[in-house]
């Protein structure tokens, strides 16, 4: 078993299986802890670069599972035709719904009330004060009701919004209301005050964020990106926000990191955070505990959870 975490600061791990530690180091050079070709479980290390993360897959030839700690497996699915057939793969599920929910009515807060001017104000020993809007009794639309798009709705309720509507993949009934299709975008978009993108990345949704569905925004709305970078068509998102006519805050971008000098860092009414809607103190205790139980479901012949894909099915 390969941990990106020490195991003896894992609580709870069974004791009848073999750990080792890997990390890929600080800067990806750490030699692998054993032949991966001995490895039958991979927990993938957690904000690595992607060549870091995936480097060991083509050498695992008798693995098992494939257990993320991101929510998003997308890196791991552009990199797992070396893996052999009947690998499991698991994302981090109930590890980041929290911190990336708190992030995404962060950036929402900040960005509608004016945060980043009165940073810039305060530097400037300069007082400046104005309406702002609330975020009370807009309309909040969240594209990718998962469990991440859930949560965020979670910590919307509070606020006072005046309606929320919902995006998934197929449309499906909840205890808050329906959910809609992808196919209903074109309907909901104007209406909505606030475009929240929660939604995983794959073909369907690489470049879903387009010129259309920018231009089916209502003036003046904000659209906060705390899925992933390559959901928005970037160049587009410039052309709008050049225009002043919707706003922006984006945790993850395309490219990313953002590249010095990139015209995303200096575009009017855009909020930029650097992908840190995981990382925070919530994130540790609730890894661990997932690794625990994963691996105490795979020692006792158990289904995993999380399950997504096997692969060569």
């Not at 078993?1 to 750490?30: K, S």
């Not at 991440?148 to 995006?167: N, Q, T, W």
Request: proline letters at 9%; aromatic letters at 6%; a negative charge.
């Amino acid at each position: 078993m390969w941990l990106p975490l020490p195991p003896q600061e894992i609580d709870g791990l069974p004791g009848d299986l073999t750990y080792r530690f890997w990390d890929g180091g600080d800067d990806g050079a750490q030699e692998f802890p054993a032949d991966p070709a001995d490895c039958a479980v991979y927990v993938v290390p957690y904000m690595k670069p992607v060549p870091v993360r995936t480097a060991p897959l083509a050498h695992m030839a008798h693995l098992e599972v494939i257990q993320t700690l991101t929510a998003g497996v997308d890196d791991i699915l552009a990199n797992i035709a070396s893996v052999p057939a009947g690998v499991r793969l698991c994302n981090a599920r109930g590890v980041h719904e929290a911190s990336t929910a708190e992030l995404a009515l962060a950036l929402i807060l900040a960005s509608l009330r004016g945060i980043p001017d009165f940073v810039r104000a305060q530097q400037a020993g300069r007082w400046s004060s104005a309406f702002r809007p609330a975020l009370a009794d807009k309309s909040v639309l969240i594209v990718g009701y998962g469990s991440i798009g859930s949560a965020v709705e979670d910590r919307l309720v509070p606020f006072e919004v005046a309606r929320v509507a919902r995006i998934a993949r197929s449309a499906r009934t909840t205890e808050r209301g329906p959910v809609h299709q992808l196919a209903d975008l074109p309907a909901l978009l104007p209406e909505a005050d606030v475009v929240v993108l929660t939604t995983p990345l794959d073909d369907t949704t690489r470049g879903l964020v387009d010129a259309d569905f920018l231009g089916r925004m209502k003036d003046g709305a904000l659209l906060v990106n705390v899925a992933r970078g390559a959901v928005v068509d970037t160049k587009a998102l410039l052309t709008e926000l050049e225009t002043g006519r919707i706003t922006a805050a984006l945790d993850v971008t395309d490219p990313e990191p953002l590249p010095p000098g990139h015209p995303l860092w200096h575009a009017p009414g855009v909020l930029v955070s650097p992908h840190v809607g995981g990382p925070t103190s919530a994130f540790h205790p609730r890894a661990k505990r997932l690794i625990a139980s994963q691996l105490s479901r795979y020692a006792a012949g158990e289904s995993l959870d999380n399950h997504i894909l096997t692969t060569g099915d």
